[in-house]
């Protein structure tokens, strides 16, 4: 993804690529084959934070890395945008989170989504009760491929010369060169945080900008591995169930998400929001709206009363819901509306193009490590739910690990 958002960056204008980092030889090779042999290239991203001329940088490493490395930068200066989840452990979030208050830096989150349009008209939608009361939010992000399951590709020249083995490791539990475990690193909880921090934090994300949430006060979480077992140590299948407290932005609502890497219909990703009034759904490149009509009167079920009871029942009910002649007035249509972006839009430039913005005008942005501790916080949490297999309680708003109970 390294790769991906420094290709999006440069879309934005007065974005320039200086100097680019990797602890493997091949891709450093290839940055320059791709944005020319004059970019500076190393293994150590210190040299990097150590360049005069470099005033932001793009963390794309394993998750593990996400905040030492981002702690470095902003010591060191620079601007931060940092791929999600922001942490691997929720006790690193306070941490990254304090480094960016002492130091003044512009931080924002990889999770494109809080820049879309269409979560922005999402969001304006619910406000005006377009919905009526929320009272549930369902998410899925389901896939059914090798590179959709993390088993990408592991290049042919990947030995101990090529790679700095120690720098990937960092503060992982130090074992033999196993190029597996570099290039396909999400495979394993030392490294990664699984579906859950790759996924369920992008669910997360854009429901706390749609709704602005704070996050969960309990996770539950369960799944298993389930069909791709090539060695890898968390789970492909990823079920959990979130309560979200009442707050001045919204009432009490539950939230269901699931990942499936071995669904037979494909990838498909969307979030339902179910309202008394309507249903919104945003996914598959649209947002939809939703709502059929309330019958006019409340119907009743009266057969197991003594009929003396029923004949006086039905008196008093049709006297307040009086029989008329259907008319074609009366067809209870299934409104729909459908938002789609312009044509062209790309969620993953106008992130970065926010997150230029700030970093020229120093103004906040929404996806500060405040906002990513929140969303990245019940996403890890899941895995502590999943593999302790209990109720884990988060207080959203100290943003740390509550009491058991």
Not at 48 to 71: C, E, K, M, N, Y
Not at 313 to 328: G, M, S
């Amino acid at each position: 993804m390294g790769s991906g958002d420094a290709e999006s960056a440069q879309k934005v204008p007065g974005v320039k690529l200086i100097a680019v980092a990797d602890i493997y030889e091949g891709r450093l090779e290839r940055a320059k084959e791709r944005w020319g042999k004059d970019l500076f290239t190393t293994r150590d991203f210190r040299e990097v934070l150590a360049r005069p001329d470099v005033d932001a940088v793009i963390i794309g490493t394993p998750d593990h890395l996400h905040a030492p490395i981002s702690i470095a930068a902003m010591t060191a200066g620079k601007d931060v945008y940092c791929e999600k989840p922001m942490i691997q452990k929720p006790e690193d979030g306070l941490r990254v989170i304090e480094t960016h208050k002492t130091t003044g830096r512009i931080m924002q989150i990889g999770s494109q989504g809080l820049s879309s349009i269409l979560h922005a008209k999402a969001k304006e939608l619910i406000r005006s009760g377009a919905i009526g009361q929320l009272n549930m939010v369902e998410a899925t992000w389901n896939r059914n491929s090798p590179v959709g399951a993390w088993q990408y590709a592991i290049p042919l020249d990947a030995s101990p010369q090529t790679v700095d083995w120690d720098k990937f490791i960092g503060s992982a539990p130090k074992r033999p060169f196993e190029p597996i475990r570099l290039f396909r690193w999400r495979n394993y909880k030392d490294y990664g945080t699984g579906v859950t921090g790759d996924l369920f934090v992008h669910l997360f994300s854009s429901l706390h900008f749609i709704l602005d949430s704070h996050g969960p006060n309990k996770v539950f979480a369960t799944g298993g591995l389930r069909f791709w077992k090539d060695g890898r140590d968390v789970p492909d299948i990823m079920l959990g169930i979130y309560d979200y407290p009442e707050t001045a932005s919204h009432p009490p609502f539950n939230l269901a998400l699931r990942v499936n890497f071995e669904s037979g219909d494909g990838e498909n990703t969307g979030m339902r929001f179910v309202g008394s009034e309507g249903v919104m759904t945003a996914g598959d490149g649209k947002l939809t709206i939703a709502k059929q009509p309330r019958e006019k009167a409340p119907g009743y079920t009266i057969d197991t009363f003594p009929q003396d009871v029923q004949a006086q029942f039905k008196k008093e009910y049709f006297a307040k819901y009086p029989v008329e002649p259907a008319r074609t007035d009366d067809l209870r249509p299934h409104a729909e509306d459908e938002y789609r972006p312009p044509k062209g839009y790309d969620t993953h430039v106008e992130h970065h193009r926010v997150f230029a913005n700030s970093v020229r005008t120093r103004k906040p942005l929404v996806e500060d490590p405040t906002f990513g501790l929140r969303a990245a916080g019940p996403a890890v949490l899941s895995n502590l739910s999943y593999g302790e297999k209990r109720v884990v309680r988060w207080d959203p708003e100290t943003m740390m690990l509550a009491k058991k109970g």
